[in-house]
């Protein structure tokens, strides 16, 4: 029987590592170009909204096929569905309902550069937003890298306090709530910046030589939450998919800056067909564009988990 | 709670009458453009296979958005997936898995033409085949007409045997099993083509004046159930969808007949655009494609049912 599972069955402190192992694969699997992840598909329903399927998976040894599909009609509750089949045997495994999946599957991407491109002796995470997002990043860092403490900057006193409390008992390390971006990522090796801001909140002179940093909110030229002088500061920059950065509406924040043509495919670095990190005094910076295809991956590890 | 269904939950007698019913409302919102139905989109997995994506819905009062998908890999198993959202209010109605709601959806469809093109009064039923979609086809038969007795003709004796007895017990009419295409269509109003020949296994010199037929089975030029001269003799050729029937890779069965230009569309038909039976002497022929968009429809009235 197809296993269902919903936002209360995505429990557990595995999820995070096994979420991001199977990125880790897939990534490499990107790289010797066994993904698939054709470009999205909309339906429109007239002026109320439409479909958006993302079609994806993976060849190989276990070739996957699956689907994740998101609606924007007007409503207050939004259920997304992602499926995954097992080509082989074209055994549906199984369907996962719901929102958490797809913070697992951002923060499982995030993981996996922190993985490949931030100091290997990284012990200080600077958190910027305290939303489902930031939380799955953070989780995300402490899954790959020995992380002893965490300070979060969020507008509101109350979130980043809230964010604290909670991320502390769940990680089980030290985090702690600040008053500004600066006190937030002045001592960070790792800062992610998962916020809504579509004007930069952070620059080059809040970082700390050697730092890797997540872009994980907006990243267009209509609006950016990272300064574009980070770019220029960078040693690294790279993505989960160069090609979904030249398919947005609104142009990619690099986009005239200069460094878009230094921007590396984060499968090429695992790969090592591009070069990553070189030395802790370094400066990483990963922007995060969600790869098609990954939430069926994603779903699929937690499926076989579950 | 999104509801989910599957095949064993797709039981009872009033199925069929409301799949009917949504479906008729479904073609009356068609010929007033109120129903979405986009091209399939597909998409391969390299040479594994493809997942095949139907996605529609109806607008007006209480629009409904979905879609259907299912997947060409080799396996024994396979296992359709059909979601329905509310568009009003952008909740997931639910999901429906298995094969049972597709073969509901393709006899509903029959049952909606067999309202409208069929002789009122008709009383017999002939059926060729005895599988899946020859037994919704005769449950959507009499549920639309007040019909007494059936004739199932299949090249496998114990195949109809089976088949006249299960649904004997189950439409709770006579249903006998015959040896030859023309006992079972010779005195029939209704003619059901359930087959999966692709020589025609039935001719105009076979039927009854006044006899209204469906056929489900094979309609392209690589291979047809259907008779042409059947084409040639009938007084109004319909089908759900004039489209689809104009997209299939190899071409339509009537294409290049001189018949394919008279082909209306059930849906302006049931709207009283286009003329239907004139009299219990005309013979109708409804070529059934399964028009985009009515498994939501079916999925949605069934979701609400149950």
């Known amino acids: 029987m197809t296993k269902i599972l919903r936002d209360d069955d995505l429990v557990g402190s595995e999820l995070m590592g096994v979420a991001i192992n199977a990125l880790d694969a897939a990534f490499l699997a990107r790289a010797q170009d066994q993904m698939i992840s054709p470009p999205r598909h909309h339906v429109s329903f007239s002026n109320r909204g439409d479909l958006v399927f993302t079609v994806g998976g993976m060849l190989g040894e276990k070739p996957l096929a699956g689907f994740r599909v998101y609606e924007t009609f007007d409503g207050v509750e939004h259920s997304q569905i992602v499926a995954v089949w097992s080509v082989e045997d074209a055994k549906l495994k ?14 499982a991407i995030g993981g996996v550069a922190i993985r490949y491109l931030s100091s290997p002796d990284a012990k200080i995470v600077g958190i910027l937003g305290s939303g489902a997002q930031a939380r799955t990043q953070l989780a995300a860092a402490t899954t790959v890298r020995q992380i002893t403490s965490a300070r979060v900057y969020s507008r509101d006193e109350k979130n980043r306090t809230t964010f604290a409390q909670e991320m502390e008992r769940e ?3 030290e985090v702690r709530p600040v008053g500004s971006v600066l006190d937030a990522a002045r001592d960070a090796d790792i800062v992610i910046c998962a916020t809504t801001s579509s004007t930069p909140i952070i620059h080059a002179s809040d970082l700390k030589l050697g730092v890797h940093v997540n872009t994980v909110g907006p990243k267009t030229q209509r609006g950016y939450e990272l300064g574009l002088d980070i770019a220029d500061v960078a040693d690294v920059i790279a993505t989960d998919s160069p090609e979904q950065t030249r398919a947005y509406a609104s142009p990619f924040f690099l986009a005239g800056s200069g460094n878009e043509h230094r921007m590396a495919d984060l499968a090429d ?7 990553g990190r070189r030395s802790s005094q370094d400066t990483t910076l990963f922007c995060s564009v969600g790869l098609a295809g990954t939430e069926v991956v994603v779903a699929s590890a937690i499926i076989d988990l579950l």
């Open 94 to 107: 199984g369907i996962v309902l719901g929102e958490r999946l797809g913070n697992i599957r951002t923060g």
């Open 171 to 173: 990680l089980g390390i």
């Open 269 to 275: 670095i695992i790969a090592k067909r591009e070069i």
